[in-house]
T-cell receptor, first 112, second 113 residues
Framework: DTAVSQTPKYLVTQMGNDKSIKCEQN?????MYWYKQDSKKFLKIMFS???????INETVPNRFSPKSPDKAHLNLHINSLELGDSAVYFC???????????FGPGTRLTVL | GNSVTQMEGPVTLSEEAFLTINCTYT??????LFWYVQYPGEGLQLLLK???ADDKGSNKGFEATYRKETTSFHLEKGSVQVSDSAVYFC????????????WGAGTKLIIKP
């Protein structure tokens, strides 16, 4: 009964490839987020979607494109992967005007 | 803009010692404040939160009080265990930024038996 799930958990790929990370939440929440955690454990917001509409788009390279087919899913597609994209990517969701976010287990991306 | 500053680690303590991890914030309005914990190789777990001034969040023996006058939300535990070894993140969110979490840099806690 996982609340927020991400696939895959680990992703190892070569520079220049295109890859996607999927996120699904079964909590009925209307807002979803992507965060990036770098090698020094620093966390930063990347994107936020509310009811499938992009709300927050931080200064992320346009090689990163989020896609929300419905309220329960927020996928992250990355084109032309670079070494610096290696990180752990966390998906999270939240409901309405509440402030608590629920996190997925993370996807560790390694670019070789 | 909003920001969170927390003490640098690693913090190394002996089992049963008293723990304090300092966290201060800068924000407009009235943010909610959070502590998240990340155990080795795992994801982010909400440890506790507080939504208004003088609120105290508590969980698993950890406590933190929302102090508006000092813009602080320090994490404390009276007697730490080896199993508390993890990275602890202080964070804030506010409605004027769609509740995105603004994170501190994280503090690694190492508890020695």
């Amino acid at each position: 009964d996982t609340a927020v799930s991400q696939t895959p958990k680990y992703l190892v790929t070569q520079m220049g490839n295109d890859k996607s990370i999927k996120c699904e939440q079964n909590l009925g929440h209307d807002t979803m987020y992507w965060y990036k955690q770098d090698s020094k454990k620093f966390l930063k917001i990347m994107f936020s979607y509310n009811n499938k509409e992009l709300i927050i788009n931080e200064t992320v390279p346009n090689r990163f494109s989020p896609k929300s087919p419905d309220k329960a899913h927020l996928n992250l597609h990355i084109n032309s992967l670079e070494l610096g994209d290696s990180a752990v990517y966390f998906c999270a969701s939240r409901q309405g005007s509440t402030d608590t976010q629920y996190f997925g287990p993370g996807t560790r991306l390694t670019v070789l | 803009g909003n920001s969170v500053t927390q003490m640098e680690g690693p913090v190394t303590l002996s089992e049963e010692a008293f723990l304090t991890i300092n966290c201060t914030y800068t924000a407009t309005g009235y943010p909610s404040l959070f502590w998240y914990v990340q155990y080795p190789g795992e994801g982010l777990q909400l440890l506790l939160k507080a939504t208004k001034a003088d609120d105290k969040g508590s969980n698993k023996g950890f406590e933190a009080t929302y102090r508006k006058e000092t813009t602080s939300f320090h994490l404390e535990k009276g007697s730490v265990q080896v199993s508390d070894s993890a990275v602890y993140f202080c964070a804030l969110s506010s409605s004027d930024s769609n509740y995105q979490l603004i994170w501190g840099a994280g503090t690694k806690l190492i508890i020695k038996p």
